[in-house]
């Protein structure tokens, strides 16, 4: 099944930057691909990147140009990298690692932009 740990969030002013990361554990990272959520207060989960275990990548419009998913398969590791944050990305971002009909979720860290 594994594990998956975020961490890197917390709070930044309108037009600043963070660097989210998902530490994978007892999977083999590689063959997974790995897809950031968001979910604001009262809203649904919705979907931001995905990059497959081959390095392709896929944005949801709001974020195209701003953030940048990437990973490291050596590390198990996936980023998120934020720049240019909007108050509207304030949500808990969570991250999936999915493989056919398997799937992780990790328990989500919290991003607030707020002046």
């Known amino acids: 099944q594994g594990q998956l740990v975020e961490s890197g969030g917390g709070v930044v002013q309108p037009g600043g930057s963070l660097r989210l990361s998902c530490a994978a554990s007892?999977?083999?990272?590689?063959?997974?691909?790995i897809t950031w959520y968001r979910q604001a207060p009262g809203k649904q989960r919705d979907l931001v990147a995905t990059i497959t275990g081959k390095g392709s990548t896929n944005y949801e419009d709001s974020v195209e140009g701003r953030f940048t998913i990437s990973r490291d398969n050596a590390k198990n590791t996936s980023y998120l990298q934020m720049n240019s944050l909007k108050p509207e990305d304030t949500a808990v971002y969570y991250c999936n690692a999915r493989r056919g009909w398997q799937q992780t979720w990790g328990q989500g860290t919290q991003v607030t932009v707020e002046a």
């Open positions: 007892d999977l083999i990272f590689s063959l997974y691909t």
